[in-house]
């Protein structure tokens, strides 16, 4: 079994690699220099740095966004591990970012049993554009968070998540797309994300299936451990499953308004 810390760092690293891939679903571009990855997109809500090395010091970070995205005047993300990245989150509240999101990493170390729901409820292995397409729709509905309803159509159409080191699924009610969920495989680690229902499909237990079916998917693709960031209201699910806390939190910090929008927001 990987140690706390290894599985930690392939935590972080499966993250990171959900960044890179989000930015060429959308378009967008991929940038790492000096132990900053920087991800580009077309959205503010996919405009995101995350700090590689730890030895570049928080303050010279936040700087660095602001340098690289000075053209694009509508924002972006620091995206902050707390406790690792504690001086990061301190520069940025600093350089007044603010804190919009915030999930808790927690970890699985064996594939868990099947939901008992498995055999009673359509769904489907992600497999044809049309069902990418699907799965977006599901994500933009289910989320009250207006960085997930705008980045799901930027990030779920073509066959953007049809590639072999992730496995998704949807599940229906008849043939209406109504919740999913997805893992992505790397540096042995199956992250499972976008797990969403709609509301008028919630409390039936979907979320629970389809996050045992993706984890049991990263297993079966060659993952040691799986993990996933949980919100409050959505941790004590997933402890049913069997995953448990990794004792850190992933912060999203938002950056200041920008001048023009600051005009924009006064009232008239």
């Known amino acids: 079994m990987q140690s706390d810390a290894d599985f930690a760092r392939g935590a972080a690293l499966n993250e990171q690699e959900l960044w890179r891939e989000m930015a060429r679903w959308s378009a967008g571009l991929v940038h790492e220099e000096g132990g900053l990855l920087f991800v580009a997109g077309p959205s503010r809500y996919l405009r995101v740095v995350i700090r590689l090395d730890r030895n570049i010091v928080g303050t010279a970070a936040v700087r660095r ?76 509905e289910a989320n009250d968070d207006p960085g997930e309803r705008e980045r799901a159509g930027l990030l779920f159409h073509d066959r953007t998540i049809l590639t072999p080191h992730i496995a998704a699924f949807v599940a229906y009610i008849d043939d209406v797309p109504v919740a999913c969920a997805m893992t992505l495989v790397s540096h042995g680690v199956a992250g499972v994300f976008y797990v969403a229902t709609v509301e008028s499909a919630r409390r039936r237990g979907l979320g629970d299936a389809l996050t045992r079916m993706s984890a049991r998917a990263g297993f079966e693709l060659g993952a040691r451990a799986a993990w996933l960031g949980a919100s409050e209201m959505g941790a004590e699910l997933y402890r049913r499953i069997g995953f448990s806390d990794l004792g850190a939190s992933v912060i999203e910090y938002e950056s200041p308004p920008t001048a023009m929008e600051a005009i924009n927001a006064r009232p008239t």
């Open 65 to 140: 966004a602001r340098e690289f995205f000075v053209a694009r005047e509508d924002g972006h993300i620091v995206l902050v591990r707390e406790p690792d990245d504690a001086d990061v989150a301190k520069a940025a509240c600093a350089a007044k970012y603010t804190p919009t999101w915030t999930e808790r990493p927690m970890a699985l170390h064996d594939p868990p049993e099947p939901s008992p729901l498995a055999g009673d409820i359509d769904v489907r292995v992600v497999s044809r554009s049309e069902q990418v397409l699907d799965y977006g729709k599901v994500v933009a």
